[in-house]
């Protein structure tokens, strides 16, 4: 009897849960098991993100031949995480694609990325490194090594540090945008500023009070350098997402990046 009455109860609740995601009541997410940040369809999520931050566009995919100086004192910034001349994080690119296809067009550069790391310098890759870079990113390997190098670098530590501290996917995008503009070591600073202010989720911790204090800390570390003085990326996009209560990062998603808006359906 027991048995029959539970799941009378349970049909029930379903039904009252259907009706509400259907009369706009509840999200359509409502009822589902969350997803990390690492979930393919959230991580195109992601990726979508920071491309609308980085290159203005959600077509993240279009950005591997993308390359220029932004004059932000880090040299050559290019590809789909913003790999740069002047932090190391292009040279070990250029490597790993070497060493998995010696012949490329980008392994003579090798000598100057060498030299030119931990500087704004172009020396040795100007006039021709722009050309040939966007020649490689025809290529299909050297796509694929942009994609490990992000995973490796910037993606994975960056969630499995969310999913420790215990936030949602919401939380482990804002570590992983924090480690695409300051480093992974400068997203772990800004972490460590935050828990004088608050504590995530894993310490006791309240979500939406620890992301907030995360997001301040991120603002104030971008405001130390002119070329990353506009916080929009965060202001009109993460923390309208966290003002929401979103922390599944659950779509539709409308934000505004530089003033520029953008939606993911």
């Known amino acids: 009897m027991n048995r029959v009455r539970t799941t009378t109860y349970v049909t029930i609740g379903l039904v009252i849960s259907g009706l509400a995601v259907a009369l706009g009541l509840l999200p359509a997410s409502a009822g589902t098991t969350a997803k990390n940040l690492d979930d393919p369809v959230k991580k195109d999520i992601a990726m979508q993100i920071v491309s609308a931050a980085e290159n203005s566009s959600l077509n993240w995919r ?39 296809k ?11 990325l060498r030299r030119v790391n931990g500087t704004d310098s172009h020396s040795g890759l100007d006039p021709n490194f722009t050309r040939d ?27 499995r ?34 828990l004088r202010k608050a ?8 979500e939406r009070t620890w992301l907030n204090a995360f997001l301040n800390e991120r603002v104030a570390e971008m ?17 309208v997402f966290l003002n929401k209560g979103n922390f599944d990062l659950n779509t539709p998603l409308d934000f505004k990046v530089y003033g520029d808006p953008f939606h993911i359906g």
């Open 102 to 112: 010696p012949s490329n067009v980008l392994a003579k550069y090798l000598p100057a």
């Open 133 to 159: 870079w966007r020649k490689a990113a025809t290529d299909p390997v050297f796509q694929a090594a942009q994609e490990a190098e992000r995973d490796r670098v910037y993606f994975n530590p960056s969630v």
């Open 62 to 100: 279009a950005q591997f031949a993308y390359i220029e100086d932004i004059d932000d004192g880090r040299g050559y910034t290019a590809g789909i995480i913003g790999f740069c001349s002047g932090t190391g994080d292009m040279l070990e690119l250029v490597e790993s694609y070497t060493a998995t």
């Open 223 to 239: 405001k130390k350098e002119e070329a990353h003085s506009d916080t929009s990326r965060v202001d009109t996009a993460q923390r």
């Open 199 to 206: 504590k995530p989720p894993a310490q006791g911790g309240d």
């Open 161 to 194: 540090d969310g999913k420790a501290d215990g936030v949602r996917a919401l939380g482990q995008f804002a570590y992983y945008d924090a480690a695409v503009m300051h480093g992974y070591e400068g997203m772990r600073a800004i972490r460590n500023r935050a």
